[in-house]
């Protein structure tokens, strides 16, 4: 258990440890690792994909268009960026804004594995497919679950996992857009402490640390959708 106070050195600690990382090879190309950024004590966590060009550019996570939307999204609720923390699945922006490989999710998960255990968030809100397979273990389609709380595997039922669209899909499409704000106006009363029923299915407090999806022979990518 992080005490309150330390986790914004746990955190700067473990930023000064991602700057060093070379576990995968978009270590090579990279300008600025994008670890994350807001509150340390934030009580909802969003976790993207993986940086785009600007981010790399500037260090920080969603700071394009998409990043934009999602302050919009935020102030929806009464929320700023300052009031919630920001990451991404991967630290290192893919060459050409190409998906995810599984081998690199599998590399960089730990990372966000320790943010979530020093932040210790009541909702992380998963934006998209990636960080949402991800974190639920599962490999429902973030269309499916959009929208639908469940607690995050390993958390004994302290953190409520809730996915919704990534905010990119909702730039130019009107219909992602309404499902996205709608899913968002439904964070407030998570943050009020509901309580979170397992999806059907699902292991009610499997181990945080699961094993990755099987790395297949050849790279693969996840969709987005
Ligand atoms: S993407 Fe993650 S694992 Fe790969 S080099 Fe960057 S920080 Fe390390």
Request: with cysteine.
């Amino acid at each position: 258990m992080v005490e309150v106070g330390d986790s914004q050195t746990s955190l700067e600690e473990l930023r000064a440890e991602v700057e060093q990382c070379r576990r995968c090879a978009l270590s090579r190309d990279r300008t600025n690792i994008v670890f994350g950024s807001g509150s340390a004590d934030a009580l909802i966590m969003f976790v993207g994909e993986a940086p785009g060009y600007h981010e790399d550019q500037q260090g920080q996570p969603f700071v394009g268009q998409a990043g934009k939307l999602l302050e919009k999204l935020l102030g929806r609720i009464g929320l700023t960026r300052d009031d919630v923390y920001i990451a991404n699945v991967l630290k290192c922006r893919p060459p050409g804004n190409r998906d995810p490989l599984l081998e690199e999710i599998d590399e960089c998960r730990v990372y966000l594995e320790r943010q979530v255990a020093i932040i210790e968030p009541l909702v992380i809100c998963t934006l998209g497919n990636f960080s949402t397979k991800l974190l639920s273990g599962r490999p429902d389609g973030i269309t499916r679950v959009h929208g639908t709380p469940q607690p995050l595997p390993g958390s004994g039922g302290r953190i409520s996992l809730f996915p919704v669209l990534h905010p990119a899909a909702a730039l130019y499409t009107a219909a992602n857009l309404k499902i996205l704000e709608e899913d968002f106006d439904h964070l407030p009363q998570l943050l009020d402490g509901k309580a979170v029923e397992p999806l059907p299915g699902a292991a009610v407090d499997q181990p945080q640390q699961q094993p990755a999806p099987e790395t297949p022979s050849e790279p693969e990518q996840l969709d987005l959708f």
